[in-house]
């Protein structure tokens, strides 16, 4: 690992330079009319190759689940701003399973604000664009980090001796297979909700160490959800074949999936069986994504890491949380290790569009790794997070100008995790939408201090 060192690239050939300083290797283009080249995903064709990836807004009604003023306008401006398709945050099937009170969560009661949600977004794209965009919801449970009331209520999948230790949670009993049998029928009734409101597809969250992430590394669960390869995809595979018979054909199915839990073997997943210091082993990820094409997901993405703990392997940035250490990398070595690690996982899987993730870093120099990754074929589509949150408009900002502007981008500061951390207030880009989400920051700075919190 190099020194950490915050983002001060100007241009194409200083990040040039910098590769070089790292002998590091990222494949890089000036020739940006690959972003527009159509791409066919499920049956949509994409008018560009740039997508929203999902990032939680918190910013719910904490007793109903309903999305507030707050996330309609942030999925608008996501649908003015020129991507080509939205991927949209967490939504959770159960109460229990919510990371945070503010959480999104799909009910029966609640299913007409989804419908305006998806509504009003696609009549954004059409008004802006004369196009529809596609609309992917994200199902989730969050396991042992679910914190329905604002404090930790744990349902993990399996004793992992790093994570109980690291979060106290070694006396608490792994969920039951009778409790994920039942957990299916709420990921699939809550899926035909996701189809009522009009969504295009539904996504299976197994990234981040939530539930279903955790069973993936099950390797010591005892029970038909864990130990073999199987047993531990099992509840991805039963519970994608049941959405997709029971769905309408209008509403696919997908996942984006972690390809790296960094635990030492047999904890871990995407990790090597040895003794010691995990290492890396994308075999059994690969031969997930290759089932979920044959179980009949035509679309994947991915994700790597637990981010409470390694932040900069998903998220390569340039200040941490607060009382949080500084990464142990620079954080271009956490840029390329992503876009190795997808470029390797689109090579396995040559049939199934792969969006590349991790990029914000890069902030106005994003394009040129954007349009290397697009030719070189390390993945198919671009996927923003972060820099959506802070420049929704920056794909049109490209398309029409061919460029970024420096002043609008994501400059990877960490304050829309900070305020989801907080837990008090609603997520966004505290720089680029200052009057909003300042307030945000500070509402959740002043309840974690109260709680002598740093």
């Not at 200083?14 to 283009?29: D, I, T």
């Not at 995990?278 to 994700?303: A, H, T, V």
């Not at 966004?428 to 919190?453: F, H, M, Q, T």
């Amino acid at each position: 690992m190099s020194e950490f060192k915050r983002f001060d690239l100007t241009d194409l050939e200083s990040l040039k330079a910098r590769l070089n300083e790292l002998s590091l290797e990222l494949p890089l283009s000036e020739d940006f009319s690959i972003f527009t080249q159509p791409i066919d995903v499920v049956g949509h064709k994409l008018a560009n190759r740039f997508i929203v990836q999902p990032m939680e807004g918190v910013d719910a009604d904490p007793v109903t689940g309903s999305p507030s003023d707050l996330t309609f306008r942030r999925y608008r401006r996501y649908a003015e701003g020129g991507s080509s398709l939205i991927w949209a945050e967490a939504v959770a099937v159960v109460p229990e399973g919510k990371s945070n009170p503010k959480q999104l969560q799909l009910t029966e009661k609640n299913l007409d604000e989804y419908k305006r949600l998806v509504d009003e977004t696609k009549a954004a794209a059409q008004q802006q664009f004369g196009r529809d965009v596609p609309f992917i919801v994200q199902l989730t449970h969050s396991g042992r980090f679910s914190k329905p009331a604002g404090i930790p209520a744990p349902i993990k999948a399996a004793h992992n001796p790093l994570l109980d230790d690291a979060l106290g949670m070694s006396d608490v009993a792994p969920v039951s297979d009778d409790k994920l049998d039942d957990l299916q029928d709420d990921f699939v009734r809550v899926a035909r909700l996701a189809a009522r409101a009009g969504f295009d597809g539904v996504d299976m969250k197994a990234v981040h160490g939530y539930l279903i992430a955790e069973l993936l590394g099950a390797r010591m669960r005892a029970g038909k959800y864990g130990g073999s390869f199987e047993n531990r995809t099992r509840f991805l595979r039963e519970v994608s074949q049941r959405m997709i018979a029971e769905l309408p054909e209008s509403c696919f199915v997908t996942t984006r999936t972690t390809v790296l839990e960094p635990c030492p073997y047999p904890y871990g997943w995407g990790v090597a069986e040895k003794e010691g210091e995990w290492q890396l082993d994308l075999s059994e990820p690969k031969r997930l994504m290759k089932k979920c094409r044959e179980w009949g997901m035509p679309l994947f993405n991915i994700s790597i890491g637990f981010p409470r703990f390694q932040p900069y392997m998903n998220r390569p940035h340039n200040n941490p949380l607060v009382g949080a250490p500084k990464p142990p990398e620079n954080p271009l070595e956490g840029v390329v290790r992503f876009q190795n690690i997808v470029q390797e996982m689109q090579a396995a899987n040559p049939e199934i569009p792969l969006p590349a993730a991790g990029l914000a870093w890069l902030q106005h120099l994003m394009p040129y790794v954007a349009a290397g990754l697009l030719k070189e074929g390390w993945c198919q589509i671009i996927g923003q997070g972060r820099g959506v949150f802070a420049y929704p408009d920056s794909v049109r900002d490209l398309l029409e100008t061919g460029r970024l502007d420096p002043n609008k981008c994501c400059i990877t500061c960490s304050m829309c995790s900070q305020i989801m951390k907080d837990g008090a207030g609603c997520g966004g880009c505290v720089v680029r939408d200052r009057e909003i989400y300042g307030p945000e920051l500070k509402k959740g700075r002043e309840v974690a201090k109260s709680k002598g919190l740093a």
